[in-house]
């Protein structure tokens, strides 16, 4: 079962969290098969992180749970939130395999929050920019909750147009580069 969780970050706990790098990162090696897409946010600064970003491929809701609340940057209290839903990977690749690579252009996590109706329940036909991409489910995946995907854009608003705007109670767009150990 494959999960997203989004941690975001508590105002203020920058120094926290870089103190808790090597810790954060050594709690996800334990998890290295099992990560579809992973890496930060970034604030409207560009440089300031503004929280977390994992999918991952996980037995159950137990287990994302666990990966979700046990992450010692959550335990520590750099996180304000998580958002940890189902998810289904359409592409039915890793962010590893994106042919466009870990660099060039901006990166951008777009997160469409909605319900009743699904909407982008398919792969949008230009893949060139797509990195991950995937609904939003409940934990029994029998409930559409959103769209979440990790593109390269131009723009926030080029990012943004990868989904349906009306289909949406709000659409968020953060700045996100790639993940882990480099």
């Known amino acids: 079962m494959e999960y997203f969780c989004y941690h975001r970050d508590r105002p203020g706990s920058l120094t926290l969290?870089?103190?808790?790098?090597?810790?954060?990162?050594?709690?996800?090696?334990?998890?290295?098969?099992?990560?579809?897409?992973r890496g930060p946010t970034f604030?409207?600064?560009?440089?300031?992180?503004?929280?977390s970003l994992h999918i991952v491929d996980l037995p159950d809701?137990?287990?994302?749970?666990?990966?979700?609340?046990?992450?010692?940057?959550?335990?520590?209290?750099?996180?304000?939130?998580?958002?940890?839903?189902?998810?289904?990977?359409l592409l039915g690749r890793t962010m590893w395999d994106f042919p466009g690579g870990r660099t060039g252009g901006n990166r951008y996590l777009v997160l469409g929050?909605?319900?009743?109706?699904?909407?982008?329940?398919?792969?949008?036909p230009h893949q060139d920019d797509v990195i991950a991409y995937?609904?939003?489910?409940?934990?029994d995946g029998a409930t559409w909750l959103g769209t979440a995907a990790l593109v390269r854009a131009l723009a926030p608003d080029s990012?943004?147009?990868?989904?349906?705007?009306?289909?949406y109670a709000d659409i968020e767009v953060h700045?996100?580069?790639?993940?882990?150990?480099?």
């Open 17 to 37: 969290r870089n103190e808790l790098v090597e810790e954060h990162w050594s709690y996800m090696d334990r998890y290295e098969k099992e990560i579809i897409a």
């Open 43 to 51: 604030a409207s600064d560009g440089e300031t992180p503004s929280g």
């Open 61 to 89: 809701p137990a287990a994302a749970r666990a990966f979700a609340f046990d992450e010692p940057n959550y335990q520590a209290g750099v996180y304000r939130d998580v958002l940890l839903r189902r998810w289904r990977n």
């Open 113 to 124: 929050l909605g319900s009743g109706q699904p909407a982008d329940v398919d792969v949008p």
């Open 134 to 139: 995937g609904p939003l489910l409940s934990d």
């Open 159 to 167: 990012a943004r147009a990868i989904l349906t705007a009306d289909r």
């Open 175 to 182: 700045d996100w580069e790639f993940g882990g150990r480099r």
